[in-house]
């Protein structure tokens, strides 16, 4: 079936501009998940969702950083009035809980964001 | 300290060696285990999850040491496209997934 899926693949913003990242997660995953990956890093987590739910936001560098997932499937990761520093991957991530103890995490494409 | 280590390399090896990757954890309470696979401008790939009793792919190998808090990888006869960088990551249950650095790997012919 279908991965993960994340949209734009790219984005170029100049500072101070806002950004929408957009993740489809695999259907019928309830848990979805956000993380930044900086050149030569791990993913480094931002927050998480089970369902509608934001179960965890602390990894949000920021209070300009806000993720919603309002009816339990796609999400959408904004950036307000963003920084040079915020330049990364975000990458997309959704995992189900039925049929594996272990929720293995499966990776979409990410969205490679460049701040000017 | 970083809550999950590994040597960022890289590792040159031949094609056809064995070459095997440490990952160090210091939360104690973290539960689930995994090896992603990540090439370059692409994003990282479930390679095995870690169980306990450690567990075998084909030409992967991943042990747990909850004792001393590592996990590794073992490649064996290593393919050109093994080229890549390998990511652990350990996490709680259905929860987020803390990564190291990763560790690069390049086979050569």
């Known amino acids: 079936g279908a991965g993960v899926s994340q949209s734009p693949r790219y984005k170029v913003a100049k500072r101070g501009q806002d950004v929408a990242l957009r993740c489809d997660p695999i259907s019928g995953h309830v848990s979805l998940f956000w993380y930044q990956q900086a050149l030569g890093q791990g993913p480094e987590f931002l927050t998480y969702?089970?369902?509608?739910?934001?179960?965890?936001k602390s990894g949000l560098p920021s209070d300009r950083f806000f993720a919603e997932r309002p009816e339990g499937s796609v999400s959408t990761l904004k950036i307000q009035r963003t920084q040079q520093e915020d330049s990364a991957v975000y990458l997309c991530a959704s995992s189900s809980p039925s049929g594996s103890s272990y929720n293995e995490q499966f990776f979409g494409p990410g969205t490679r964001l460049t701040v000017l | 300290r970083k809550e999950v280590e590994q040597d960022p390399g890289p590792f040159n090896v031949p094609e056809g060696a064995t070459v095997a990757f440490n990952c160090t954890y210091s939360?104690?309470?973290?539960?689930?285990f995994f090896w992603y696979r990540q090439d370059c401008r692409k994003e990282p790939k479930l390679l095995m999850s870690?169980?306990?009793s450690g567990n075998e792919d084909g030409r992967f190998t991943a042990q747990l040491n909850r004792a001393s808090q590592y996990i590794s990888l073992l490649i064996r006869d290593s393919k050109l496209s093994d080229s890549a960088t390998y990511l652990c990551?350990?996490?709680?249950?259905?929860?987020?997934?803390?990564f190291g650095q990763g560790t690069e790997l390049s086979v050569k012919p």
């Open positions: 870690v169980y306990s």
């Open positions: 939360n104690s309470a973290s539960q689930s």
């Open positions: 969702f089970q369902n509608e739910a934001q179960l965890d």
């Open positions: 990551a350990g996490g709680n249950q259905g929860g987020k997934l803390i």
